[in-house]
């Protein structure tokens, strides 16, 4: 059974960093696989925030979080992690991790949130202004 655990959330104030884990357990297919950080803000639809293909490394962020966060890979322990930088209230959801079995390049077809088969439970992050 494959198995998403997310961790790492937190409150933070504004301008602040925090750094999510996804670790991956269950999951047979070697580095053929993508995972994706989401995100779902109260009263909003889940969006993309972050992916990394295990098959090659690429990565994508979206607009709004590009050069804030940090999408990062430990193989090892089976781990991706989240640097996010500068906070602030706009980032305020609770953020979601998920596993694409693909060999496919990160991309921002990659972010749809129908192309990933497993999901962690979520972790919850506040920025406070």
């Known amino acids: 059974e494959v198995q998403l655990q997310a961790s790492g959330g937190g409150l933070v104030q504004a301008g602040g960093s925090l750094r999510l884990s996804c670790t991956v357990s269950?999951?047979?297919?070697?580095?053929?696989?993508?995972i994706g950080w989401f995100r779902q803000a109260p009263g909003k639809e889940r969006e993309g925030v972050a992916c990394?293909?295990?098959?090659?490394?690429?990565?994508y962020y979206v607009d709004s979080v590009e050069g804030r966060f940090t999408i990062s890979s430990d193989v090892d322990k089976n781990t991706v992690y989240l640097q996010m930088n500068t906070l602030n209230f706009e980032d305020t959801a609770v953020y979601y991790c998920a596993l694409d079995p693909t060999y496919l390049p990160a991309s921002a077809q990659a972010m749809g949130v129908k192309e990933y088969d497993y999901w962690g439970q979520g972790t919850l992050v506040t920025v406070s202004s």
């Open positions: 990394i293909s295990q098959n090659d490394g690429s990565v």
């Open positions: 269950g999951y047979t297919f070697g580095n053929n696989y993508a």
